[in-house]
């Protein structure tokens, strides 16, 4: 059974940073690229950032670039989200995804974890 489980979210201030960590087990961790999603209150999930398999590759939504980096140790089947200069816009639920098309199909999701950004 895939899980993946986020923790490291809470309460920063503007400012402020936070890292979030996300552990996956039950899958080929190596093979799947690898996401952080965010949905703020009435609005739509977004996409954070990506990191390709081998973590060669990352991609940012804009609203990240600059302040957010995206890594993952597969070794340890974990990937990480450190968010620095923190907003409060930055305030949302956020999710780990894992996603891969070959050898087959996969796509799963985390339970999310909040963060806050408030003085």
């Known amino acids: 059974q895939v899980q993946l489980v986020e923790s490291g979210g809470g309460l920063a201030q503007p400012g402020g940073s936070l890292r979030l960590s996300c552990a996956a087990s039950?899958?080929?961790?190596?093979?799947?690229?690898m996401s952080w999603y965010r949905q703020a209150p009435g609005k739509e999930r977004e996409l954070v950032a990506t990191i390709a398999t081998l973590g060669g590759s990352t991609n940012y939504a804009d609203s990240a670039k600059g302040r957010f980096t995206i890594s993952r140790d597969n070794a340890k089947n974990t990937v990480y989200l450190q968010m620095n200069s923190l907003k409060p816009e930055d305030t949302a639920v956020y999710y780990c995804?894992?996603?891969?098309?070959?050898?087959?199909?996969?796509?799963?999701w985390g339970q999310g974890t909040q963060v806050t950004v408030s003085s």
């Open positions: 039950g899958l080929a961790f190596s093979t799947y690229y």
């Open positions: 995804n894992a996603r891969r098309t070959y050898p087959s199909r996969g796509d799963y």
